[in-house]
C-alpha cells in the first residue's frame, strides 16, 4: 500500500488504512451520498478512493465517539452528577458526528490552505519575474528563479512547469498545465494572462506590472471589505457570548427563587461548555474570513 502523504499524520500509517478498510462494507453505501468527494480528493492531493477515505472518515468518528464518551463519564462521576450516562453518550455522539463530517471535509480545507498560500505569496512571485525580466533575464530564467525561491506552493507550481519546459514543452502550454488544474483562481488569471502575452508577442515586463498592479489593488479591495465585514460579526459575538448569558442565568436563578424549582449543577457546566465550544467555532469563522495578505 503506497503512502499518502496529504492526510493527517495518523492516517498516513499503512496500519491504520488497513484497519479502516474493515468498515468498507458501510463506506461502499455512503460514498452514494457523496459524489462531489473524488472530484475534492484530487483537488487535494489524496490518493485514494472515496471508499477508503469514507472508511477512514467513520474510523476516526469512532475513534472520537468513545475517547469523549469515556472522558466525560470519567469527569461527570467524579462531579457525582445525575445522568451522567446519558450525557457522556450524547456528548460523545455529538463530537463523533463532527469529527465524522470534519474528516470528510478535510480535502476543501486542504485545498483551501493551498489556495490561501498561492493568494500570500502570488504577488511576490510576480515582482521577482518582473525584476528580473526588466533587468534583462529571460522569462525562462525568471521562472526558474520562482522555482528555486521561498515562495510556498507558487514555487512548487513553477518548478512542474519548469520540468516540463525541459522536457521539450512550450513555455505557454506548460504554464497552461499548471493552471488548469490549480485551485486558485487568482493564480489561474495570472498564468492565463502570460501565457496570452507570451502568444501574442506582447511585452511580458508590460504585461507583469499590470498584474502586479491589479492584485495588489484587489488585496485592498478585500482588506476592506473584511474590516467592514467584523462590525456586525463583534456585535453578534458581544450579544451571543456576553449580554445574552449573563442575562439568561440572571433571569434563571431569579425565577428558580420565586417558583421554588431547584436548578442542577450539571445546568451551568452545560452552559459553559457551550459557551466554550460557540468560542472555538466562532474563532474559527473569523480565521476563514479573513483575506490573506
Given at each position: 500500500?503506497?503512502?499518502?502523504?496529504?492526510?493527517?499524520?495518523?492516517?498516513?500509517?499503512?496500519?491504520?488504512?488497513?484497519?479502516?478498510?474493515?468498515?468498507?462494507?458501510?463506506?461502499?453505501?455512503?460514498?452514494?451520498?457523496?459524489?462531489?468527494?473524488?472530484?475534492?480528493?484530487?483537488?487535494?492531493?489524496?490518493?485514494?478512493?472515496?471508499?477508503?477515505?469514507?472508511?477512514?472518515?467513520?474510523?476516526?468518528?469512532?475513534?472520537?465517539?468513545?475517547?469523549?464518551?469515556?472522558?466525560?463519564?470519567?469527569?461527570?462521576?467524579?462531579?457525582?452528577?445525575?445522568e451522567a450516562l446519558l450525557?457522556?453518550?450524547?456528548?460523545?455522539?455529538?463530537?463523533?458526528?463532527?469529527?465524522?463530517?470534519?474528516?470528510?471535509?478535510?480535502?476543501?480545507?486542504?485545498?483551501?490552505?493551498?489556495?490561501?498560500?498561492?493568494?500570500?505569496?502570488?504577488?511576490?512571485?510576480?515582482?521577482?519575474?518582473?525584476?528580473?525580466?526588466r533587468s534583462g533575464v529571460?522569462?525562462?530564467?525568471?521562472?526558474?528563479?520562482?522555482?528555486?525561491?521561498?515562495?510556498?506552493?507558487?514555487?512548487?507550481?513553477?518548478?512542474?512547469?519548469?520540468?516540463?519546459?525541459?522536457?521539450?514543452?512550450?513555455?505557454?502550454?506548460?504554464?497552461?498545465?499548471?493552471?488548469?488544474?490549480?485551485?486558485?483562481?487568482?493564480?489561474?488569471?495570472?498564468?492565463?494572462?502570460?501565457?496570452?502575452?507570451?502568444?501574442?508577442?506582447?511585452?511580458?515586463?508590460?504585461?507583469?506590472?499590470?498584474?502586479?498592479?491589479?492584485?495588489?489593488?484587489?488585496?485592498?479591495?478585500?482588506?476592506?471589505?473584511?474590516?467592514?465585514?467584523?462590525?456586525?460579526?463583534?456585535?453578534?459575538?458581544?450579544?451571543?457570548?456576553?449580554?445574552?448569558?449573563?442575562?439568561?442565568?440572571?433571569?434563571?436563578?431569579?425565577?428558580?427563587?420565586?417558583?421554588?424549582?431547584?436548578?442542577?449543577?450539571?445546568?451551568?457546566?452545560?452552559?459553559?461548555?457551550?459557551?466554550?465550544?460557540?468560542?472555538?467555532?466562532?474563532?474559527?469563522?473569523?480565521?476563514?474570513?479573513?483575506?490573506v495578505v
Open positions: 500500500m503506497k503512502k499518502v502523504e496529504n492526510l493527517p499524520l495518523p492516517f498516513r500509517s499503512e496500519k491504520v488504512r488497513n484497519l479502516a478498510k474493515r468498515l468498507s462494507p458501510i463506506s461502499s453505501r455512503l460514498k452514494l451520498f457523496y459524489p462531489t468527494l473524488k472530484i475534492e480528493l484530487k483537488r487535494a492531493g489524496i490518493e485514494l478512493d472515496v471508499e477508503d477515505y469514507l472508511s477512514l472518515s467513520l474510523l476516526f468518528s469512532t475513534y472520537n465517539f468513545f475517547l469523549v464518551f469515556f472522558t466525560l463519564l470519567l469527569l461527570f462521576s467524579i462531579l457525582r452528577l445525575e450525557f457522556s453518550f450524547l456528548g460523545g455522539l455529538g463530537f463523533g458526528m463532527f469529527s465524522f463530517f470534519y474528516f470528510l471535509s478535510y480535502p476543501k480545507i486542504s485545498v483551501r490552505k493551498k489556495v490561501n498560500d498561492l493568494d500570500k505569496n502570488l504577488i511576490f512571485a510576480i515582482r521577482h519575474l518582473l525584476v528580473k525580466v529571460p522569462l525562462y530564467d525568471a521562472m526558474v528563479g520562482v522555482s528555486e525561491g521561498d515562495y510556498g506552493t507558487v514555487s512548487k507550481e513553477f518548478e512542474k512547469a519548469i520540468k516540463q519546459m525541459q522536457t521539450g514543452v512550450p513555455e505557454a502550454e506548460a504554464l497552461d498545465k499548471i493552471a488548469a488544474l490549480n485551485p486558485s483562481p487568482y493564480f489561474r488569471r495570472t498564468i492565463w494572462q502570460i501565457t496570452n502575452a507570451l502568444r501574442s508577442g506582447a511585452d511580458i515586463a508590460s504585461t507583469l506590472s499590470a498584474i502586479e498592479e491589479t492584485a495588489v489593488n484587489e488585496q485592498k479591495i478585500r482588506i476592506a471589505n473584511y474590516g467592514a465585514e467584523m462590525n456586525p460579526f463583534a456585535v453578534m459575538y458581544m450579544m451571543l457570548t456576553v449580554i445574552i448569558p449573563t442575562l439568561g442565568i440572571t433571569f434563571l436563578i431569579i425565577m428558580s427563587s420565586f417558583m421554588g424549582i431547584i436548578i442542577s449543577e450539571w445546568i451551568f457546566y452545560l452552559i459553559l461548555f457551550f459557551l466554550c465550544a460557540f468560542q472555538f467555532f466562532f474563532i474559527g469563522v473569523i480565521k476563514s474570513r479573513r483575506p
